[in-house]
C-alpha cells in the first residue's frame, strides 16, 4: 500500500500556514511593547506562509483520503513539522544553535516544560509567549490525536477502549456527533483558559504572566515566565494551579458530557476515581512524611504536598520547592508516580492511569485463575469487555516504553550523565513531565548543562513519549515502507 505523501504535504502545507499566522501574535507583542523579536518573528512567518501556500498549491489536486498507514505516518511528520519550524524564532531571536531551538520547541509542543534558555526572568517577552502558544497549540492538538487519531490507529496501546464515532466513521465521513464533541472540547478549553487567566490575574498576576500561565496551565505544560516558577506567586495562585492542573488531566470528552448531564458523572469513571485515589494517598504520604519528619506546619505540608503530587501526576512541571532532596521515602515516592501521568483525553502526558487500571485487573484474574483452575472470569474495564487484542497492546506498549527507557538511560550515561540522572531525564522525556528526581535534573535542577547530542537523544525521547512511542517505532520499521 503506497502512502499519500502528496495528500499529507497538502495537510503538512497547512500546518505550516496555522504556525506562521499563531507568529503574528508575538511579532505584534514585541513590536508594541518594543522589545526583541518582532523582526524575527515576522521574518519566519513571512517565509512560512510562502511555503505553506507553494506547498499547498503543488498538492492541492491530490485526494486527502488516508488509510492506516498514511495516518501512522501523517501523524509522526505533523508533529516533527511543527517542532523543527516552530524552532525558527528561538534560533534567529535568541542566536542559539538549531539543536537548542529545537529542544526548547519540543519541550513546548509536546507539553513536556524542561528548559534551556538561561536568565529566564530576562527573555525576550516574544519568546516566552511563543513558548506558551506552542504548549497551548500541543495541549489542545494531543486531546485531538487521543480521542480522534490513536484509537483508530490498530489498537494503539490500548487505546480503542476510548474509540468514540469520530473515530469509527473512517477518514471519508464525520458525523454531525462528532463534530459536536470536537467543538466542546474547543470550547471547554478556550473556557478553561479564559477563567484560568482572570484569577490568577484577579489574584495578583501582571497581565502578561496570568495570559502564558494559563495556557500553559490549561496545556500541563508548566513553562513559566520566571525561574522560580510557581514559587515567584502567591499561595492562592498555586492553589488556584492545583485545581487547574487537576481539572485538565481529567478526560475532556466525559467532561463535557458531565457539565451537560450531571457533574458527578465524572467520578464515576474508573480513570477518573483511580486518578483520584493515587492523588489522595501520594498526598498523604508526603503529608505525612513532611509534618513527622520534617516538623514542616500542617497547612505548608498540604499546600506543598498536593501542589507536586498533581503537577507529577498531570505531567505538567511546574516547580514549587525540591521535592527530590527532603528525605529518601520523598524522593523514591515520587520517582514511582513519575511516570504514571493522568488520564486519556486529557492533556497530560505519563503511561495513563487506563493502562495501570487494566493490568491490575489482570493480576487479580490471574491469581483468581491459579485458585479456581476451571472457572471463567471475564475482565471488564469501565463497562467494556476486555479482549485479548487489548492487553496484547497494552503488553507490547509497555514493552516500548521500558525498551526506549532503557536504550535511552543507556546512552545518556555513555555521554557522561550519571545514572540516576540519565534515568530521571529519560523518565522527563517519555512522561512529558518536565520535573525529575536528583539534584542536577530535579525541580531546581540546571538543564543548560545538557550537550547537544544529548539534547538530540532527549527530543526523540519526547516525540516518542508524546506520539504513544510504538506511532514512531512503526515508522522505523522497513515493512512499514514496503508496497
Not at 46 to 57: E, P, Y
Not at 250 to 274: A, C, E, M, T, Y
Not at 310 to 327: P, Q
Request: glycine share 8%.
Amino acid at each position: 500500500m503506497i502512502i499519500n505523501f502528496q495528500g499529507i504535504a497538502n495537510l503538512l502545507g497547512s500546518v505550516l500556514i496555522f504556525l506562521a499566522v499563531a507568529m503574528f501574535i508575538p511579532t505584534m507583542y514585541a513590536f508594541i511593547t518594543v522589545t526583541k523579536g518582532s523582526a524575527e518573528f515576522l521574518f519566519v512567518a513571512a517565509v512560512m506562509i510562502v511555503a505553506g501556500l507553494l506547498i499547498r498549491r503543488l498538492t492541492r489536486a491530490k485526494s486527502l483520503r488516508m488509510t492506516l498507514k498514511d495516518m501512522f505516518f501523517f501523524t509522526s511528520s505533523v508533529w516533527t513539522t511543527m517542532i523543527l519550524t516552530a524552532a525558527l524564532p528561538f534560533k534567529f531571536t535568541m542566536g542559539i544553535d538549531y539543536v537548542t531551538a529545537c529542544f526548547e520547541a519540543t519541550s513546548a509542543v509536546s507539553t513536556t516544560g524542561i528548559t534551556v534558555l538561561h536568565d529566564i526572568d530576562n527573555l525576550p517577552p516574544s519568546i516566552l509567549l511563543w513558548r506558551s502558544i506552542l504548549q497551548y497549540f500541543g495541549g489542545i492538538g494531543f486531546i485531538a490525536m487521543a480521542i480522534a487519531v490513536l484509537p483508530n490507529l490498530n489498537n494503539l496501546g490500548g487505546m480503542k477502549l476510548f474509540k468514540t464515532e469520530s473515530s469509527e466513521q473512517g477518514s471519508e465521513k464525520v458525523s454531525p456527533k462528532s463534530k459536536t464533541i470536537a467543538m466542546g472540547i474547543l470550547f471547554l478549553y478556550i473556557a478553561l483558559t479564559i477563567l484560568t487567566f482572570a484569577a490568577y490575574w484577579i489574584l495578583g498576576m501582571s497581565v502578561f504572566d496570568a495570559v502564558n500561565h494559563a495556557m500553559t496551565s490549561v496545556a500541563t505544560g508548566g513553562m513559566s515566565t520566571h525561574a522560580a516558577s510557581m514559587d515567584y506567586f502567591s499561595e492562592e495562585i498555586q492553589w488556584v494551579a492545583i485545581i487547574v492542573m487537576f481539572i485538565c488531566s481529567l478526560p475532556f470528552p466525559l467532561l463535557i458530557l458531565s457539565l451537560k448531564n450531571d457533574i458527578r458523572q465524572i467520578f464515576r469513571d474508573s480513570q477518573v476515581r483511580g486518578f483520584c485515589g493515587i492523588i489522595a494517598l501520594a498526598a498523604l504520604l508526603v503529608m505525612g512524611s513532611l509534618i513527622l519528619q520534617e516538623n514542616m506546619p500542617f497547612s505548608e505540608a498540604l499546600r506543598f504536598s498536593v501542589f507536586n503530587v498533581v503537577d507529577v501526576l498531570s505531567s505538567t512541571g511546574y516547580s514549587m520547592g525540591d521535592f527530590s532532596s527532603i528525605n529518601p521515602f520523598i524522593t523514591l515516592l515520587f520517582f514511582v508516580i513519575l511516570p504514571i501521568g493522568g488520564c486519556s483525553g486529557s492533556t497530560s502526558g505519563g503511561l495513563k492511569i487506563f493502562r495501570f487500571q487494566i493490568l491490575l485487573n489482570l493480576f487479580r484474574k490471574q491469581i483468581n485463575q491459579l485458585q479456581h483452575p476451571s472457572a471463567i472470569f471475564p475482565q471488564q474495564y469501565n463497562g467494556q469487555n476486555i479482549n485479548e487484542t487489548v492487553m496484547r497492546s497494552i503488553a507490547a506498549f509497555f514493552f516500548a516504553y521500558a525498551c526506549c527507557l532503557v536504550l535511552s538511560s543507556l546512552i545518556l550515561c555513555l555521554t557522561g550523565t550519571e545514572m540516576l540522572d540519565a534515568l530521571t531525564l529519560s523518565f522527563n522525556c517519555l512522561s512529558n513531565i518536565g520535573v525529575g528526581i536528583g539534584e542536577h535534573f530535579g525541580p531546581q535542577g540546571d538543564f543548560t548543562v545538557l550537550t547537544s547530542f544529548q539534547k538530540l537523544i532527549l527530543i526523540f525521547d519526547m516525540v516518542m513519549g508524546r506520539l504513544e512511542v510504538l506511532t514512531i517505532i512503526l515508522c522505523f520499521l522497513p515493512s512499514f515502507w514496503r508496497v
